[in-house]
């Protein structure tokens, strides 16, 4: 997953500077392009390629600001435009995803995207047209629909459907190649100049933020915890406000409709002579006027838009008689004094009627259809009534513009709905969720035991540089003083505890040379025997020779505790350690048990010294106790063999043999180097591990750089 953001913190003015300039210029592509569409009379809309361009630059906000200010001009020629805006805002965000998703960089994926954008344009666009206009509303795509239609392949709205699918494949199709090619030829430098973000810290890294959001939480986390918000509010407020909205319209609505009946109504009892009402219930068409009066009511019929009946009718004894009705939409009329039962809605209104008084505006909904009727007293010159004009009003407009009004509300909403969530995720993550989660992510390393991690955490800590103005920046600071007086905290125990290692280093070497200077050494087989037990580990470690045990810690442990393996000779007398000549079987038994005083004394140490270093005092316990056992079995005090010596053990036999021969003791002269590498190459597979004796051979020049300087190697 490629994820486009600006890792340069560069100032929000330059970052709004370039959004702006971003915005006006896929603005003014969209209008160009949906101009250029329309002058040309193309089959297309290419009123989308400015959305995906500032989409796929700038990322979710520019991409829908663009498609809905393009939506927006162009309501001032067609004003339910703005309605289309949610299209607009749907390829802004499937541009997003599909840039983060990497699809436009291969070819197979590019071309798949197409059928997707295909499907807002097409399936979605489609929809929204037939709920503003009804079926086959859809200009651009008419004709095509037409052919589809007449194949016989495809009923009336499968073929709209999908002729308009394939009209908008092939302007996505478009969109989709300005993109690949932006994609392929535009620099990251100057794409990344146009991605609108809004960090409030130093930018975290691609590592980071995959990290961040690959951390699962026990319930919900503050980004989901803020969608739902965000959902929850956007629906409560917008569905409130389209509910009364369209209240307030439809009643709007009916109430002109109903003015506009009652004008009808009005101009028709104007024509009708109330003096003459009754002489017309009498004779009929035979009284004088009755067809002239009848010819100016028709041409009110043909005259008056949405009018579904007019007629007169006279109010006697809880009925109707039926002065004029004039015929209209293939419904026989009445005929003159022909008896008509009172609506059942107009039943309130009876006394109303016997008192010759206006009557309201009645809606019923019959076999004669959905329809809004206004009834205005027929006066005489006396100023009585004498009978009631009456026009009847289809309901279905009022439908159709109740219908358009409430989907374009609801489109109109969606693209705002998703603009504000959009945003708002946008804030919580810049100012709430990443400074929250690099915090958290960065303190995490306070749970390491490794020093180390714990004082980068500090420097991480810092260089987080939060800003955001508010109680999540002085958290930040409260963090940041923390670690600072943690790190330093740490520092100064690492600085102690360093001298202390170094005093300690000092002692355990002081009363190491103490006991071998007892037997007249020269005191460099303290320092020599644990130089060759870390160039033995060195040289193991680099031919992968039991490279699992051979680990930082128990490599430094066994060099530090290499000086001890001898502690236990402090319990052997000086007669028997300074003897000139062969030890007699008695002093040999007497010499064999320092081994196991050495390991009891450092055991002690162990059981006594609290907070002592039990790893490498354990180690310091092996030396002493095993390093003159053998690989064959044949040594003491144990008589172990093979791998049942400890790997620590293993490498002291072999390094304090080869300083014995090569060291003058009171008992003999020293050995030659070559002679002594002889000695230990003769000894492996019987005395020594053949592993360790091989490492020790192979290192041969650090083996006699040490031999030559008696002084600590590097």
């Known amino acids: 997953m490629e994820i486009l953001r600006d890792k340069e913190a560069r100032p929000f003015k330059v970052k709004l500077f370039y959004m702006s300039c971003l915005c006006i210029l896929g603005v003014a592509i969209n209008v160009c392009g949906l101009n250029l569409a329309d002058s040309l009379a193309l089959p297309l809309y290419l009123d989308s390629i400015g959305t995906v361009i500032a989409a796929y630059l700038g990322g979710p906000i520019p991409g829908i600001l663009v498609g809905m200010l393009g939506s927006f001009l162009s309501t001032f020629s067609d004003p339910v435009s703005i309605s289309y805006g949610v299209l607009n805002v749907l390829v802004a965000v499937l541009t997003v995803a599909l840039r983060d998703l990497g699809w436009f960089k291969s070819p197979k994926k590019a071309f798949l995207s197409v059928f997707i954008y295909a499907c807002i344009g097409g399936f979605l666009g489609g929809i929204l047209s037939w709920g503003i206009y ?68 130093a930018p975290l890294s691609d590592e980071a933020l995959l990290e961040l959001n690959r951390r699962r939480f026990r319930k919900m986390s503050i980004r989901f915890k803020i969608n739902i918000l965000i959902i929850f509010a956007s629906c409560l407020t917008a569905l409130t406000a389209i509910l009364i909205s369209f209240y307030l319209y439809t009643t709007s609505t009916i109430k002109q409709h109903g003015e506009y009946a009652t004008n009808i109504a009005n101009t028709a009892a104007l024509v009708v002579n109330g003096d003459r009402v009754n002489e017309f219930l009498v004779k009929g068409e035979e009284a004088y006027g009755y067809d002239d009066t009848r010819e100016l009511l028709k041409k009110i019929v043909n005259d008056s838009e949405y009018l579904e009946f007019l007629y007169v009718y006279k109010y006697v004894n809880g009925a109707w008689r039926c002065v004029f009705d004039i015929d209209n939409n293939g419904v026989k009329s009445g005929e003159v004094g022909e008896i008509v039962p009172i609506e059942e809605a107009l039943l309130p209104n009876v006394y109303k009627l016997q008192a010759g008084e206006a009557v309201d505006v009645v809606v019923t909904n019959d076999e004669y259809g959905w329809l809004l009727t206004a009834y205005v007293p027929v006066e005489d010159s006396e100023g009585k009534t004498v009978a009631y004009a009456c ?161 930082d810690e128990f490599m430094e442990d066994v060099y530090l505790a290499a000086p001890l393996h001898d502690i236990g000779k ?37 059981s006594k010294v609290p907070g002592a270093d039990s790893e490498y005092l354990k180690e310091a316990r092996k030396l002493a106790l095993y390093h003159h056992e053998k690989w064959d079995g044949s040594g003491y005090p144990k008589g172990l063999k093979g791998e049942e010596i400890p790997l620590s053990a293993r490498i002291m036999a072999v390094a304090d043999v080869f300083d014995a021969i090569v060291s003058e003791r009171a008992y003999k002269k020293a050995f030659p180097f070559d002679k002594a590498m002889d000695i230990i190459r003769e000894s492996s597979g019987s005395h020594f591990d053949p592993n360790v004796a091989g490492a020790f051979l192979n290192a041969e020049n650090e083996v006699r750089r040490v031999y030559k300087s008696g002084k600590k190697a590097d």
Do not use: C
């Open 134 to 201: 009804g079926i086959e509303s859809e200009v651009t795509s008419v004709g095509l629909a037409s052919f589809l239609f007449k194949t016989g392949l495809f009923g009336a709205i499968p073929a709209q459907v999908l002729a308009d699918y394939i009209i908008d494949f092939a302007d996505k199709g478009i969109d989709v190649i300005v993109i690949v090619l932006l994609d392929r030829f535009a620099t990251d430098s100057f794409k990344r100049k146009f991605v609108f973000d809004n960090w409030q810290q």
């Open 570 to 606: 402090i319990s052997i007398s000086d007669t028997i350690l300074n003897y000139p000549g062969k030890l007699s079987a008695e002093q040999f038994e007497i010499m064999k048990t320092h081994p196991s005083v050495g390991a009891d004394i450092i055991e002690r140490v162990i």
């Open 391 to 551: 026009a009847d009003i289809s309901m279905k407009p009022i439908q159709l513009y109740s219908r358009t009004f409430f989907v374009s509300q609801l489109a109109i909403f969606l693209s705002v709905f998703i603009f504000i969530f959009v945003v708002g995720l946008t804030f919580a993550e810049y100012h709430i969720i990443l400074p929250l989660n690099a915090m958290a992510y960065t303190a995490s390393e306070f749970s390491a035991e490794n020093n180390a991690a714990i004082l980068r955490s500090a420097d991480d800590m810092k260089s987080l540089k939060i800003s955001t103005g508010d109680e999540i920046e002085n958290l930040y600071h409260a963090f940041y003083s923390m670690t600072e007086a943690n790190r330093n905290y740490i520092e100064d125990i690492n600085k102690k505890n360093d001298t202390i290692g170094r005093m300690q280093n000092a002692l355990i070497r002081v009363l190491a040379d103490m006991v071998e200077s007892r037997d007249h050494n020269t005191g460099d087989h303290v320092m020599k025997t644990a130089e060759y037990v870390k160039i033995i580990m060195d040289e193991m470690k680099k031919e992968g020779i039991y490279k699992e045990q051979l680990t």
